[in-house]
């Protein structure tokens, strides 16, 4: 995981180098949080290492049970109405377990426990993660609001801080469940 805070998908140390200030700046990790928790956000799952995970979905009759995590690294135990089943097949990098035999019965109870995530991000997550961390930390969080005579226009950090092709292309690589557009 990048450093010693599992929160941060990217090194204080590679952020530090682009601010010139040291890796400990209180605002540089504000940053650099804003920025991974922003990433995570856009891509709905942790990225990082998560161990023994119990997801529980709804079966809905097709052969695909979509979980909200990849890269998934282990699956430890799938029920199905309380009963274990083995009988599915494991896409590790999307996320996704396919029955093997029939579907996953519409309306049963589905647990699911499992190990996902990147024990260090990949470093495309790392350098788009560091990029926003930059623009969040440049921002004045002081000026919020520009008058000119009785036009007012408020600024909000968020609004603020646009993002890159680059972050784009790295979200897009990286989001699960892609369909619903949420």
């Known amino acids: 995981m990048a450093g010693p805070d599992p929160l941060l998908l990217a090194e204080p140390a590679e952020l530090a180098k682009f601010l010139d200030l040291p ?6 990790l504000a940053a650099l949080h804003a920025a991974s ?24 009759g097709t052969r695909v049970l979509h979980l909200r995590a990849a890269p ?6 799938v029920t199905v109405d309380g009963v274990e089943v083995d009988d599915y097949r494991v896409l590790r990098r999307s996320g996704v377990l396919k029955r093997t035999a029939g579907v996953w019965q519409a309306d049963a109870e589905i647990d699911v ?35 000119t005579g009785s036009d007012a226009v408020t600024f909000a950090a968020t609004a603020a801080v646009g993002v890159s092709a680059q972050w784009t292309s790295a979200v897009s690589a990286y989001r699960l469940n892609r369909g619903d557009g949420a």
């Open 23 to 28: 890796a400990d700046d209180v605002r540089l």
């Open 37 to 60: 928790a922003r990433f995570r956000g856009a891509v709905r799952h942790p990225v990082t290492r998560v161990t023994g995970d119990v997801e529980q979905a709804d079966g809905d």
């Open 72 to 77: 998934v690294t282990v699956v430890h135990l």
């Open 113 to 147: 426990t499992y190990d996902h995530g990147y024990v260090v991000p990949p470093p495309e997550v790392a350098e788009v993660v560091v990029d926003q961390a930059r623009a969040i930390y440049r921002l004045d969080p002081a000026i919020q609001q520009v008058s």
